[in-house]
């Protein structure tokens, strides 16, 4: 596995080129210090997974898929979820605007996992395929797949990221809501209701959460308010269906006196308001609950929840259009932007006034 990993890696960095021949089976096993028969297997993994090809009395050589060919007409898309919440609406946009300039989508996602994210790319990289847009996985962590998106570089195949960025490519295009302003709106709006101990619920490791969380403390710094760090909740990936609800079950339990929660996402204030309904409290009468993104489930919800609009189609189309514009040729340093999508507040039922 070594040595298939690290062969590998030698072809996605470019540094064996396509139709390159590789070094034969003995210098190999000398070179590593490895059996043939182990040399042997490893090789067979790559020709299976189409990064080698080998050739009767010949030898093995890198497979010529390596090669990009331009004018594909494939477009690879990689979200970190595809089958629910706000993802097929804006994968429709997407969709919308490359159909009508004769391409097709290739589908990924990633389950917002970064071991699953270098899988996606290592297989694009072998496809033929014209452009990228991707959604990064855990985006408020530093990318441990920067030589994968070097690859990308090197082989002319431009991306697009769309609902946050790593921070080591703060310079490649990007199409984001402005989330501060979304967690702001509703934050203040909290306010100007009159909730005075209003709780915030942030994820941890997309670029989203932080920026949500930055708005949440401006509409409180803006409004005279003291921040409280036992007020506020955060949480990763892979326990954002239970640490949520249960931290918030702990700040009633200790009786600290909330009003109301922000929550970083629709599902998460449903599952909020689930659990302040098992232990006996009111939406909105006892607390306020806010989500973000207007998905359907905020509509159809336990609650009908105030939330900001996520233009889901708007930022698909968005970001297929930046794409087609790296593709037409247009000069990387007017491309090469942050584009935003502002968002706007949507007040439903589960917020009261408290005066």
């Known amino acids: 596995m070594s040595l298939m990993e690290e062969l590998k890696s030698k072809i996605l960095s470019g540094e064996i080129r396509p139709g390159a021949k590789l070094p034969s089976e003995n210098e190999l096993a000398q ?23 080998t050739k009767h009395g010949k030898g093995t050589f ?7 060919r331009k004018n594909s007409k494939n477009i690879a898309v990689v979200t970190t979820y595809i089958s629910d919440y706000i993802f097929p609406r804006l994968i429709q946009g997407m969709d919308r605007v490359l159909t009508e300039q004769g ?26 395929v014209d452009g990228l847009i991707i959604e990064p996985s855990k985006s408020q962590i530093l990318c441990r797949n920067m030589p994968l998106y070097e690859q990308l570089d090197r082989m002319g195949i431009p991306y697009v990221f769309i609902q946050g960025s790593y921070l ?27 909730h005075r101990q209003i709780a915030g619920v942030f994820k941890a490791d997309d670029s989203q959460g932080a920026e949500r969380h930055k ?22 990936t892979e326990d954002r269906k ?3 609800a249960v931290m918030v079950q702990m700040m009633l339990e200790a009786e600290l006196p909330i009003d109301a929660v922000v929550c970083y996402n629709d599902q998460i204030a449903v599952e909020v308001i689930r659990m302040l309904e ?18 359907v489930i905020a509509r159809t919800g336990p609650v009908e929840l105030t939330t900001v609009s996520h233009p889901q189609e708007k930022l698909g189309e968005m970001a297929a259009e930046l794409l087609l514009e790296l593709l037409h040729g247009i000069p990387p340093e007017e491309s090469r932007v942050l584009r935003l999508i502002e968002p706007e507040l949507v007040i439903r039922k589960s917020c009261m006034e408290r005066r």
């Open 31 to 53: 070179e590593y210090e490895i059996s043939r028969h182990t040399v042997r297997k490893a090789l067979a993994i790559l020709v299976t997974d189409g990064y080698i090809t």
């Open 103 to 128: 391409y097709s989508i290739m589908l990924k996602n990633t389950g917002n996992s970064r071991q699953k994210e270098a899988q996606c790319l290592e297989d694009i990289l072998t496809k033929d």
């Open 215 to 236: 708005g949440y403390v401006k509409a409180l710094q803006e409004a005279g308010m003291s921040y409280q760090p036992e007020l506020v909740v955060w949480f990763h």
């Open 62 to 68: 890198c497979s010529d898929r390596m090669a990009h």
């Open 278 to 295: 098992r232990i006996g409290k009111k939406v909105p009468e006892d607390l306020s609950v806010t989500g973000y993104d207007d998905s």
């Open 168 to 194: 080591q490519m703060k310079n490649k295009p990007t199409i984001l809501l402005d989330d501060a302003k979304g967690a702001y709106l509703l934050t203040k709006y909290l306010i100007d209701t009159g």
């Open 242 to 244: 239970v640490k949520p």
